[in-house]
């Protein structure tokens, strides 16, 4: 099994200008997520999914989009970025009612 | 915040012993975990804690659900036990249930 897998691993975005990143799981888990970590804020959780069709905002939503059209699969898309949106976001994911959570490589993003 | 974590550094010589602590806000709790992140790369899970503590090699995790508190102690600490040790909570419903530290970051010193 490949895990978590994301991509790219790194991008730079001049402010305004959208993208996708990409996340996908061989696993089978019903359960993905979204998190940006930044120095001194640990993980925040940004959109979450149960299950194909389904998703959730999680803390800090705004500015990102997300859609499940499938189990292995959770684009997370930046509609318009902005340089406070410079992190590493983490895709994530685990099976419904489990308790370990496996995560993705990251992506270091920097929006100038 | 619902995971409270001392943020360090902590910087101690190898062979030393070194504990870390967290606290949680929700009484709801019902698992608890111990992550590590290496520098530059993602969080993987170290050991879940158990509410009679529990050993894996040198690592040793406490729970005492009255104070909410949670510890981590390492033994005969190495250079490869470099990193952030992240602290991670599940309540027990919805599922949105998994709440993280900030971490406590250690180096270990030759």
């Known amino acids: 099994n490949a895990g978590v897998t994301q991509t790219p691993k790194f991008q730079v975005l001049k402010t305004g200008q959208s993208m996708t990143l990409q996340c996908a799981q061989d696993?089978?888990?019903?359960?993905m997520s979204w998190y940006r970590q930044d120095p001194g804020m640990g993980l925040r959780l940004i959109h979450y999914s149960v299950g194909a069709g389904i998703t959730d905002q999680g803390e800090v939503p705004n500015g990102y989009n997300v859609s499940r059209s499938t189990t292995e699969d959770f684009p997370l898309r930046l509609l318009s970025a902005a340089p406070s949106q410079t992190s590493v976001y983490f895709c994530?994911?685990?099976?419904?009612?489990?308790?370990?959570?496996?995560f993705g490589p990251g992506t270091r993003l920097t929006v100038l | 915040k619902e995971v409270e974590q001392d943020p360090g550094p902590f910087n101690v010589p190898e062979g030393a012993t070194v504990a870390f602590n967290c606290t949680y806000s929700?009484?709801?709790?019902?698992?608890f975990f111990w992550y590590r992140q290496d520098c530059r790369k993602e969080p993987k899970l170290l050991m879940s804690?158990?509410?009679s503590g529990n050993e894996d090699g040198r690592f040793t995790a406490q729970l005492n659900r009255a104070s909410q508190y949670i510890s981590l102690l390492i033994r005969d600490s190495k250079l490869s036990d470099s990193a952030t040790y992240l602290c991670?909570?599940?309540?027990?419903?919805?599922?949105?249930?998994?709440?993280f530290g900030t971490g406590t970051r250690l180096t270990v010193i030759p």
């Open positions: 804690v158990y509410s």
């Open positions: 994530a994911s685990r099976k419904g009612g489990a308790d370990t959570q496996y």
């Open positions: 991670v909570v599940k309540v027990r419903t919805g599922a949105n249930n998994l709440f």
């Open positions: 929700n009484s709801a709790s019902q698992s």
């Open positions: 696993m089978n888990h019903e359960y």
